[in-house]
């Protein structure tokens, strides 16, 4: 049983670019959740989806944008890349109701 | 104001002794969760262990187990049987639900090395 799946696992951006973010999540989940996590810290929230749908998002500017497609794949696009958005992106979905999240192993942007 | 709180950056612990890892957290909300979740160097977050706001009993799972003392909001891991293999981050998270969403809220980690 496949977990979540991101893609790629490693990027490296200029500034001022776009880059595009991908995220399949586990069988049976339908929703999808995005955190960035710079070096040392935490996951912070960025968003999630359901139902194709940004259903709450956390403080972070609308360069970052996402969607959500009928398979309940995911992407995140940032636009307008800045060096301070270098981290590690991680994907987690889940199964609307239940309370557990999984994990992908993220995605590492690197912009230059 | 931070809503997890972990105070240690490291910590040290001799295989096979046990540790506990330190969180605290802060809501208004009577119904919320907070999970341990371990990161290796490879950058995935795994999932340990899960406590509800209304679970009476402390949750095990294996060799973890969740010090839950809700009056002083606190969260706190213990490992007992440390394996060198748990060294890694390791993240205090809580679940609040704005809006029905349910959304993770992470403390900045403490990063445990296990020694031989």
């Known amino acids: 049983d496949a977990g979540v799946t991101q893609s790629p696992t490693h990027l490296i951006k200029t500034r001022g670019q776009q880059v595009t973010l991908r995220c399949s999540p586990k069988?049976?989940?339908?929703?999808v959740s995005w955190y960035q996590q710079a070096l040392g810290q935490g996951p912070q929230f960025i968003f999630q989806?359901?139902?194709?749908?940004?259903?709450q998002r956390g403080n972070f500017p609308d360069r970052f944008s996402g969607h959500q497609f009928p398979n309940y794949s995911s992407e995140l696009n940032v636009n307008a890349l800045l060096l301070g958005d270098s981290a590690l992106y991680l994907c987690?979905?889940?199964?609307?109701?239940?309370?557990?999240?999984?994990f992908g192993s993220g995605t590492r942007l690197t912009v230059v | 104001a931070q809503k997890i709180t972990q105070t240690q950056p490291g910590m040290f612990v001799q295989e096979k002794e046990a540790v506990t890892l330190d969180c605290t957290y802060d809501t208004s909300d009577q119904s919320y969760g907070l999970f341990w979740y371990k990161q290796p160097s490879s950058g995935e977050m795994i999932f340990l262990i899960y406590q509800g706001s209304y679970d009476e009993q402390n949750a095990t799972e294996g060799r973890y187990s969740l010090n839950f003392q809700k009056a002083r909001k606190s969260a706190n891991l213990v490992i007992s049987a440390s394996q060198l293999g748990d060294s890694a981050m390791y993240f205090c998270?809580?679940?609040?639900?704005?809006?029905?969403?349910?959304?993770?809220?992470f403390g900045k980690g403490t990063m445990l090395l296990v020694s031989p």
């Open positions: 989806y359901y139902e194709e749908e940004e259903r």
């Open positions: 998270a809580m679940r609040e639900l704005p809006s029905g969403y349910s959304t993770l809220t």
């Open positions: 069988s049976g989940h339908d929703t």
């Open positions: 987690a979905s889940r199964r609307q109701g239940n309370y557990g999240y999984t």
